[in-house]
């Protein structure tokens, strides 16, 4: 059974740092790549991050490039979101997802070429 996982989320500061961790299981990484996605109540889940699983490629949303880094250790299945400087706007449920075989990590990842999903974790920023 393919399931992706997410944990690490919590309640932080203004400025602290939170990684996230997406492992896989019933699968190996060979699927093209993995993208991370935030959501927040009453708005759509809007693209993070993804990595390439085939080649050194990453993307960043411009709200956290430079904050955030995205990394991938494939001996254990699993990907990580590591993210500083956290601000109120970053707080929302983040989720990983596995993009489908006909796509990758080549630009602004789209939810829909995305097949497996994880449940989510809640990342709050708050004083």
């Known amino acids: 059974q393919v399931q992706l996982v997410e944990s690490g989320g919590g309640l932080v500061q203004p400025g602290d740092s939170l990684r996230l961790s997406c492992a896989a299981s019933g699968f190996t990484l060979d699927y093209p790549a993995i993208g991370w996605f935030r959501q927040v109540p009453g708005k759509e889940r809007e693209a993070v991050s993804c990595?390439?699983?085939?080649?050194?490629?990453?993307y960043y949303t411009d709200s956290v490039r430079g904050r955030f880094t995205i990394s991938r250790d494939d001996a254990k299945n699993t990907v990580y979101l590591q993210m500083s400087s956290l601000q109120p706007d970053d707080t929302a449920v983040y989720f990983c997802?596995?993009?489908?075989?006909?796509?990758?990590?080549?630009?602004?990842?789209?939810?829909?070429?995305?097949?497996?999903w994880g449940q989510g974790t809640q990342v709050t920023v708050s004083s």
């Open positions: 997802a596995s993009a489908g075989p006909d796509y990758g990590c080549y630009g602004v990842p789209f939810t829909w070429e995305y097949n497996y």
């Open positions: 990595i390439s699983t085939t080649d050194d490629y990453v």
